[in-house]
Every structure is written in structure tokens, then in C-alpha cells.
T-cell receptor, first 115, second 112 residues
Framework: DTGVSQDPRHKITKRGQNVTFRCDPI?????LYWYRQTLGQGPEFLTYFQNEAQLEKSRLLSDRFSAERPKGSFSTLEIQRTEQGDSAMYLCASSLGSRVQETQYFGPGTRLLVL | GNSVTQMEGPVTLSEEAFLTINCTYTATGYPSLFWYVQYPGEGLQLLLKATKADDKGSNKGFEATYRKETTSFHLEKGSVQVSDSAVYFCALQMDSSYKLIFGSGTRLLVRP
């Protein structure tokens, strides 16, 4: 199996611009997660999908953030009107199964820098 | 709310030294507990996990025991190698949610 892939790996943008990140999970994985990690901190949960349904969203996910998983395969995370505080590593993970405690497999992340 | 606290790093050890990285948690209920590792330039990888009290997770010479009485899940290894240099994250997951709640991470540096 190929692992979770994310694109782009790095993104530099100016404040106020919109950005979109893509995540391709491991094939057949039904659950997909987005996390955000700032320097020196652990990842923080943003949202997760089971197939195409978005089932949980963190309060961290403000109105400027939107995530989709249109066909239950890849997912996109869009940030509108970026702010400097959005600078972080955005991690995607996927898992297969029907139980909590199943292993989440993480991608390499997309590092966002907002100038 | 539910949270994880890890010892601050960096932890610097000589090769073949004994490693302990402390992790304690606060949770309403009985979470599953995980250790993830992030090697330089790589994504997070699951190292080990334990899903109920007194369970011991183990992998690659690392061990951690789920201690309900002390709400802890300390990571140990008897003899570290240079290749173990990485950032280690403790995390919990409640039965009611698929999200992982991570600690802030502990950087380990092993010198030859």
C-alpha cells in the first residue's frame, strides 16, 4: 500500500489569500482526518470524515475553514482569507475499520506559511 | 476537558542508555492510549497502543503500560539507539470519538 499523500508539501501565501490542500488517503480507508500542528506542539484535531460524511468538527475550524470529501476518497481543506495565525503544518490521516482505537496513518503534512 | 501532559524535552541520552518519557492524562472515562513517533522529515507513525487498564503496548523494544490508578502511560526502552532520535507524542482517544488528543511532544536525542 502506498501511504497517505498530501499536496502541496509547502505553501507560502499572503494574508487574505485563499489556499486549498489535498489529501489522498490509503486506498479503501473509510475514515479521513485533518489535524493542525504548530511549532513545538502536538497535532490538534480539526475534523473527520467517514466516507463522504463529515461527522465531527472542532471548534478550531472557524467559518474560514471548509473541508470536503466528495466521493469518499480524497479530501480537500480550504482556508479562506488566510491570517498569519493559520501558519502551521496541516496533517491528514486515514484509517480503516468500524471501531475507535483503529490505527490512524498520517501523511507527511502540508506546511503553510502566511506572510 | 480531556488532555495529555508530557515531560518537556529535549531528552538527551547516550546510546544504550535507559529511556523513560513520562505521559499522564486527564479524561472523563477510560480512554485508549497511544504513543506516536515522528522521525526527522517523516510523518507521524504509531509506535504502540493500549486500549484498557493494565494493558502493555510494545513495539521495537519500546513499552508502555496503561496505569489507571496513576492516569499514566510512560514510554520506556531499555537500550536506546541513535536511530531512536525523534519526537515522541503521547495521545488519547475516547470511546465516543475518533479524534486523537495529543500531548505537546518530547524530543529525544541519542548521541553515539
Amino acid at each position: 500500500d502506498t501511504g497517505v499523500s498530501q499536496d502541496p508539501r509547502h505553501k507560502i501565501t499572503k494574508r487574505g489569500q485563499n489556499v486549498t490542500f489535498r489529501c489522498d488517503p490509503i486506498s479503501e480507508h473509510n475514515r479521513l482526518y485533518w489535524y493542525r500542528q504548530t511549532l513545538g506542539q502536538g497535532p490538534e484535531f480539526l475534523t473527520y470524515f467517514q466516507n463522504e460524511a463529515q461527522l465531527e468538527k472542532s471548534r478550531l475550524l472557524s467559518d474560514r475553514f471548509s473541508a470536503e470529501r466528495p466521493k469518499g476518497s480524497f479530501s480537500t481543506l480550504e482556508i479562506q482569507r488566510t491570517e498569519q495565525g493559520d501558519s502551521a503544518m496541516y496533517l491528514c490521516a486515514s484509517s480503516l475499520g468500524s471501531r475507535v482505537q483503529e490505527t490512524q496513518y498520517f501523511g507527511p503534512g502540508t506546511r503553510l506559511l502566511v506572510l | 476537558g480531556n488532555s495529555v501532559t508530557q515531560m518537556e524535552g529535549p531528552v538527551t541520552l547516550s546510546e544504550e542508555a535507559f529511556l523513560t518519557i513520562n505521559c499522564t492524562y486527564t479524561a472523563t472515562g477510560y480512554p485508549s492510549l497511544f504513543w506516536y513517533v515522528q522521525y526527522p522529515g517523516e510523518g507521524l507513525q504509531l509506535l504502540l497502543k493500549a486500549t484498557k487498564a493494565d494493558d502493555k503496548g510494545s513495539n521495537k523494544g519500546f513499552e508502555a503500560t496503561y496505569r489507571k490508578e496513576t492516569t499514566s502511560f510512560h514510554l520506556e526502552k531499555g537500550s536506546v539507539q541513535v536511530s531512536d532520535s525523534a519526537v515522541y507524542f503521547c495521545a488519547l482517544q475516547m470511546d465516543s470519538s475518533y479524534k486523537l488528543i495529543f500531548g505537546s511532544g518530547t524530543r529525544l536525542l541519542v548521541r553515539p
